[in-house]
Nanobody, 123 residues
Framework: QVQLVESGGGLVQAGGSLRLSCAAS????????MGWFRQAPGKEREIVAA????????HYADSVKGRFTISRDNAKNLAYLQMNSLKPEDTAVYYCAQTNRPYGLGQYEYNYWGQGTQVTVSS
């Protein structure tokens, strides 16, 4: 059974940084694409970033390009989201997810989800 556990969320001032981690277990991590999504109050869940099984391909939402970096360590079964220059509009619950495919860009492509971690950016 696949399990994904996020950590690293918290409260930070605008302009600050956080690094989210996602620990995966239950199957061969290096085979599958990973993604980070977020959902703000009253808004739909949206993709933030995605990374392919090898780390060779990445995708970012326009709103986070140049500020966020997705990465993975296949030896440790971990995925990361480094968030710099945080803005109040980045406030949301952040979820990591795993697809059954080598790479995925749509929410419908992701089969397993973590419980989420709250990120709050104060102005």
């Amino acid at each position: 059974q696949v399990q994904l556990v996020e950590s690293g969320g918290g409260l930070v001032q605008a302009g600050g940084s956080l690094r989210l981690s996602c620990a995966a277990s239950g199957r061969t991590f290096s085979t599958y694409g990973m993604g980070w999504f977020r959902q703000a109050p009253g808004k739909e869940r949206e993709i933030v970033a995605a990374i392919s099984w090898s780390g060779g391909r990445t995708h970012y939402a326009d709103s986070v390009k140049g500020r966020f970096t997705i990465s993975r360590d296949n030896a440790k079964n971990l995925a990361y989201l480094q968030m710099n220059s945080l803005k109040p509009e980045d406030t949301a619950v952040y979820y990591c997810a795993q697809t059954n495919r080598p790479y995925g860009l749509g929410q419908y492509e992701y089969n397993y989800w973590g419980q989420g971690t709250q990120v709050t950016v104060s102005s």
